[in-house]
T-cell receptor, first 111, second 115 residues
Framework: RKEVEQDPGPFNVPEGATVAFNCTYS??????FFWYRQDCRKEPKLLMS???SGNEDGRFTAQLNRASQYISLLIRDSKLSDSATYLC????????????FGTGTRLLVSP | DADVTQTPRNRITKTGKRIMLECSQT?????MYWYRQDPGLGLRLIYY???????NKGEISDGYSVSRQAQAKFSLSLESAIPNQTALYFC??????????????FGPGTRLTVL
């Protein structure tokens, strides 16, 4: 089983739609969680960290379910500019910063 | 100017050649990383360094070596390149703090093709 698993997609949605991605992780001791965004042929960039209580940043909401070992990302009111690959990232050990990356979920937002 | 730079951005080489990829950062971060990205496999850690003179193997270090010449520079070498090292290579940096949520900042990547 992979340490971090994501549905590769692609998710094809119209502008204005709400879309959700899930990610599961295998190490129950994992300490911190992130969503990174990667545009085609570009470097990954941090979208948001994921906190135990859940957190929101504008149209983006991240949730963590430790009991079921999954992380979710919800995007509301999708924009064309949201088209990208979203990487689920897990830090298995506190303070160590040795990140484990999922393979990514591709999102395509169409007019 | 970019905070994390990589050179070259693209490189085509032949099997058996020695290749060096360079990474420089102006962020003042102490931690630096080299990853490779392959379709369907995601980013995988090759080597990482928490400070000058500190070198650690990642999950796929075989066939690679690194050098941390200064806090701002971290180079990756392929001693004898082989075709399955064809990939997109990223350098990343982060700063040491007590928190667990420290962001890693990535360079623009080097696309390497080994023929």
């Amino acid at each position: 089983r992979k340490e971090v698993e994501q549905d590769p997609g692609p998710f094809n949605v119209p502008e204005g739609a709400t879309v959700a991605f899930n990610c599961t992780y295998s190490n129950s001791a994992s300490q911190s969680f992130f969503w990174y965004r990667q545009d085609c042929r570009k470097e990954p960039k941090l979208l948001m960290s994921v906190y135990s209580s859940g957190n929101e940043d504008g149209r983006f909401t991240a949730q963590l379910n430790r009991a079921s070992q999954y992380i979710s990302l919800l995007i509301r009111d999708s924009k064309l500019s949201d088209s990208a690959t979203y990487l689920c990232v897990v830090n298995p050990r506190a303070g160590f910063q040795k990140l484990v990356f999922g393979t990514g979920t591709r999102l395509l937002v169409s007019p | 100017d970019a905070d994390v730079t990589q050179t070259p951005r693209n490189r085509i080489t032949k099997t058996g050649k020695r290749i060096m990829l360079e990474c420089s950062q102006t962020k003042g971060h102490d931690r630096m990383y080299w990853y490779r990205q392959d379709p369907g496999l995601g980013l995988r850690l090759i080597y990482y360094s928490f400070d000058v003179k500190d070198i650690n193997k990642g999950e796929i270090s075989d066939g690679y070596s690194v050098s941390r010449q200064a806090q701002a520079k971290f180079s990756l070498s392929l001693e004898s390149a082989i075709p399955n090292q064809t990939a997109l290579y990223f350098c990343a940096t982060s700063v040491t703090t007590g928190g667990a949520h420290n962001e890693q900042f990535f360079g623009p990547g080097t696309r390497l093709t080994v023929l």
